[in-house]
C-alpha cells in the first residue's frame, strides 16, 4: 500500500508523542526507522517501530554515566529506548575526543535500536572519525563454522568519516543477513534469503524453520563477530554468548577520533575521503548488469534519496494497520514474529 513518506512520519511522530518521548526524542526515533525504510532495508524500518511497545514499560530511568575516566566513559541505559541511550553515549565520546584527541564510551542494558551507523554519523558530522559496534541481545544467532551452537549475536560494526560534499557512512552485520529477513519474510509471506540454517544446521529457506545465520565470510566473519562480542560485550559490561538471558544484554561502543590529534587537519580528511570515494566510483564496472561502483554506504544515501524524491513509500498493509493503531494513541495488536529463532530445546527470549 503506497503511503506517503510525510504521513508516515507524521504517524510515527503521534505514536511517540502518545507513549510520552518528547519532540527531538521522537524526531530521532523516527529518523532511525524510517531512514531505514527509505534505504530499502525493510527489515530495520516500519515493520520494526510498530512492535516497541513489547519494550517500553520496562523503562526505568534516562541513561546515566557509571564510570568515567579520562577519555573513557560507561554509560548505563537504565532499560531506555536504544536510540537515546547510543545518542547520549555518543555525545559524551564527542566531547571527549575533543579534549582527549580520542572518546571511547561503552553502553548497556538498553532495548535494541534500528541502524548502528546513526551513531558513527553523528560523530563524523562533529568533524571526528567514527567507529561504533553493537553485541548481544539474548538469545545469540550465529555459530562458527561446521558447528550449530549459536555463540554471538550479528553483531554490527559501523564506520563514519567526514567528507567533502557529504559524509562517507556505513554499517553491516558480521553474519551473512541481519535476523530481521526472518521477521519481514513472514510479513511478506515469502523466503528468507539463503545463509539460514535449521536447528540441524541445514540450509532453510522457510521463516519459520530459521533456527540460526551463517557467518559472513565464514571463518573470518565469525572471528569479526567474536572480537565485537568482546570487545562490546566486556567493555559495557553486558553478558556474553550463551549466558545472555534478556534483549537487554546489549553491548554498544563508540570510538571518536579527533584528526587533530593526529597532527591531520579535518579539511584534508574530508577531501582525502571524497578522492577516494570517486576513484571508487569513477571505475569502469565489468559486468554491464551488476552493482553500480560506489564507495561503501553510497548506495544506501542514494536509495534514500530516491525514496524522498519519489515521496511515498510502499508498507504492508499489517504494518500500516498497526502504525494507525499506535498513532491513534493505542497498543497494536502484537501478533507480528518475534525476532528469535525456532528452538525447540528450550524457552524462547525475545530478541525484539
Known amino acids: 500500500m503506497l503511503v506517503s513518506v510525510d504521513r508516515i512520519a507524521d504517524l510515527m511522530t503521534d505514536a511517540l508523542r502518545h507513549r510520552g518521548f518528547t519532540a527531538p526524542d521522537a524526531e530521532l526515533i523516527v529518523e532511525d526507522y524510517l531512514g531505514a525504510e527509505l534505504e530499502g532495508r525493510r527489515t530495520h524500518g516500519v515493520g520494526r517501530f510498530v512492535v516497541i511497545d513489547r519494550y517500553l514499560d520496562a523503562r526505568a530511568a534516562a541513561p546515566a554515566v557509571v564510570h568515567d575516566l579520562a577519555a573513557v566513559a560507561v554509560v548505563d541505559g537504565n532499560r531506555g529506548m536504544g536510540q537515546l541511550v547510543c545518542r547520549e553515549a555518543t555525545s559524551i565520546a564527542i566531547g571527549k575526543a575533543r579534549v582527549y584527541g580520542v572518546g571511547v564510551v561503552t553502553a548497556r542494558n538498553f532495548t535494541r535500536f534500528s541502524r548502528l551507523k546513526i551513531y558513527a554519523e553523528q560523530v563524523a558530522r562533529a568533524g571526528l572519525i567514527a567507529v561504533a559496534v553493537n553485541c548481544g541481545g539474548a538469545p545469540p544467532l550465529v555459530p562458527a563454522p561446521n558447528t550449530t551452537r549459536r555463540v554471538v549475536g550479528t553483531n554490527p560494526i559501523a564506520f563514519a568519516f567526514p567528507r567533502t560534499g557529504g559524509l562517507c557512512s556505513f554499517d553491516f552485520a558480521t553474519s551473512e543477513h541481519a535476523w530481521g529477513h526472518v521477521r ?116 544506501s544515501k542514494a536509495a534514500a534519496a530516491a525514496a524522498r524524491s519519489g515521496g511515498v513509500l510502499d508498507l504492508r498493509p499489517v504494518v500500516l494497520d498497526k502504525l494507525l493503531e499506535m498513532a491513534a494513541g493505542r497498543v497494536a495488536v502484537d501478533d507480528l514474529p518475534k525476532l528469535v529463532p525456532a528452538d525447540r530445546r528450550g524457552p524462547r527470549v525475545d530478541r525484539g
Do not use: C, N, Y
Open 184 to 299: 519481514q519474510a513472514v510479513i511478506d509471506g515469502t523466503a528468507v534469503p539463503p545463509g539460514f540454517l535449521d536447528e540441524e544446521g541445514r540450509p532453510v529457506t522457510d521463516p519459520a524453520r530459521a533456527a540460526s545465520i551463517r557467518p559472513a565470510g565464514g571463518g573470518k566473519g565469525f572471528a569479526l563477530g567474536f572480537a565485537i562480542e568482546v570487545l562490546a560485550g566486556v567493555l559495557a559490561g553486558a553478558e556474553l554468548g550463551v549466558d545472555q538471558a534478556s534483549h537487554l544484554d546489549l553491548g554498544f561502543v563508540v570510538i571518536a577520533l579527533d584528526p587533530a590529534a593526529f597532527g591531520v587537519d579535518t579539511e584534508a580528511v574530508m577531501a582525502s575521503v571524497r578522492r577516494l570515494s570517486d576513484q571508487v566510483a569513477s571505475a569502469p564496472p565489468v559486468a554491464a548488469d551488476g552493482p553500480v561502483p560506489r564507495a561503501p554506504g553510497d548506495g
